[in-house]
C-alpha cells in the first residue's frame, strides 16, 4: 500500500512538472510566434537625448512612450498634446533617452512588430543601456505597452501602462510577463477602458506571482495622463529597474 502511494505521488508529481514545462515553452513559443507573424514596419518617432548627451560617454537608459488613440497620423507635432512629448516640449529635462513612435492611421500598436526596427535603430544610433529599456504608454498606449512587452519580453526590462488593457486573445499569455516589474495606474470611473482591463491582468499575474504594482484611482475618469507631470515616482521607479540578463 504504502510503495503504492508513493508511486503515485511520484507520478503526481512529475505529471504536474511536465505540465509547468509544457505551459512556460507553450507560452514563449506563442510570444515569439505573435512577434514574428507581425509585419515588420518602420514608424515615424520623436527623439529626446539628454542635456548632457554630448558631453559624456556613458549610456543611457531608454524610455519608449506610446501615445492614445487620438495622436494617430504622420505628423509627430500632433504627440505634443500630453504625454513625455509635451513635457519634452515645455521644456521638462530627463535623465533618459526618450522615443516616441507615432501609429498610422487605421493601426493599432499590436498589428504590426514596429519594436524592432525602431529598437534596433536607436540602440545603435545612440548609447543606450540596454538593461534598461523601458515602455509606457497611456490608453490605447496603454494596450500598446502591455503587447510590446509580451512580444519582446527579453528587451524590457519594465513597463508603465496607464489606463490599458489587452486583448482577449492575449490574456493566454499573461504570465510570460510574471518576472517583469510593472507599475500601473487605472481610473475607477473610467468610461472609456474600464478598469476590469487591468484588474483581470493584475489577477491573471497574482495567480503566476507576478510582479505589478496596480493604483486604483478612486473617482478618476481616463484622462489621467497628468501623471506623466505630476508623479515624478513614474521615473524614479522606472530607473531603479534592471534587466538582469545581459543583452548585447
Known amino acids: 500500500m504504502t510503495i503504492r502511494l508513493s508511486i503515485k505521488i511520484f507520478c503526481s508529481r512529475n505529471y504536474l512538472l511536465v505540465n509547468i514545462l509544457l505551459i512556460i515553452f507553450f507560452s514563449f513559443f506563442v510570444s515569439q510566434s505573435f512577434a514574428q507573424e507581425k509585419l515588420k514596419v ?130 493566454a499569455r499573461i504570465c510570460r510577463l510574471k518576472d517583469m516589474p510593472i507599475l500601473t495606474y487605472h481610473g475607477t470611473a473610467d468610461e472609456e477602458i474600464s478598469i476590469q482591463e487591468t484588474e483581470r491582468i493584475a489577477k491573471f499575474l497574482k495567480e503566476c506571482n507576478g510582479n505589478i504594482t496596480f493604483h486604483r484611482l478612486k473617482g478618476e475618469g481616463h484622462g489621467i495622463q497628468y501623471l506623466y507631470e505630476t508623479e515624478p515616482w513614474i521615473y524614479e521607479w522606472l530607473l531603479m529597474q534592471r534587466k538582469l540578463t545581459n543583452i548585447e
Not at 515645455?90 to 524592432?116: H, L, T
Open 42 to 171: 518602420n514608424y515615424k518617432h520623436f527623439t529626446y537625448l539628454p542635456k548632457n548627451y554630448n558631453n559624456d560617454t556613458s549610456k543611457y537608459p531608454l524610455v519608449i512612450y506610446l501615445h492614445g488613440g487620438s495622436q494617430k497620423g504622420n505628423d509627430l507635432e500632433k504627440l505634443k498634446v500630453y504625454g513625455l512629448p509635451y513635457l519634452v516640449d515645455q521644456g521638462k529635462e530627463f535623465d533618459f533617452i526618450m522615443v516616441a513612435p507615432q501609429c498610422p492611421e487605421g493601426r493599432y500598436w499590436s498589428m504590426e512588430n514596429w519594436f524592432d526596427s525602431l529598437y534596433n535603430e536607436v540602440t545603435a544610433k545612440y548609447r543606450v543601456d540596454k538593461s534598461r529599456v523601458y515602455v509606457t504608454g497611456i490608453s490605447m498606449g496603454g494596450y500598446g505597452t502591455y503587447i510590446a512587452a509580451l512580444d519582446h519580453t527579453e528587451k524590457i526590462a519594465a513597463i508603465v501602462p496607464l489606463c490599458g488593457g489587452v486583448n482577449d486573445s492575449d490574456t
